[in-house]
């Protein structure tokens, strides 16, 4: 089974920023790979066909995550009913910072010196959403850092389901596997997928994500 290059969590842990707003990510120079939970009809769907159907709705907003661990905790660790198969979805740096171009965050910061009533029809417009929420430890502590996600709909989710996945990796098992070390005395050979700081190319949507 092909999963994602991992590494030691009690190596990479201690490069992470332990706080602020960043974008932690599996990415090459031309690709990155961004994380979804699914119940099997919808999972193993899209591991076999490349693609989204069946089951899966172009009619709701769907979220990703560029973070492994956000993921796993959303998921608890692929054991939530409708979370048991983790993707790993391969996409062109270039569409995914086209969809964080367009972003518009799901909740109004005032400080953003944009009026309620401009945010309301942005929301209303955009077919991206943005959201910053904690980071988690491996054992779904809360952390300072915040981990991003989007969501996507109509256009957005279009591509992004039928046209842009690259690649679909099923990390199930991996999952799997890594889950049996989150016992606290099993913790130094937990494994995660190799992750690092991703910054846009373009340093405009790094100020418009307010990225620290």
Known sequence: MKYLPAKLYVEQAPQWPPEGKHILAHYDADTIVVYQAYRPSIGKHAIKNGAFGGDFSYSRMSWIKPNFLWMMFRS??????????????????????????????????????I???????????????????PDHDPHGKPLS?????LGLRGAALEAFGRRELLEVID??????EQRSHLRQAELAQLKTPMERIYVPHDASIASHLKLD
Not at 145 to 149: D, G, N, V
């Open 76 to 113: 608890g660790w692929g054991t939530k009913e409708g979370q048991e198969i983790i993707l790993g979805l391969r996409l062109r740096r270039q569409f995914f910072e086209g969809l964080l171009a367009r972003a518009v965050t799901s909740g109004w910061d005032s400080p953003d010196q």
């Open 115 to 133: 009026g309620h009533d401009e945010w309301k029809a942005a929301v209303a417009s955009s077919d991206v959403r943005l959201q910053w929420d």
């Open 145 to 149: 850092r915040r981990a991003l996600q």
């Open 171 to 176: 990390m199930t098992g991996f999952v799997a």
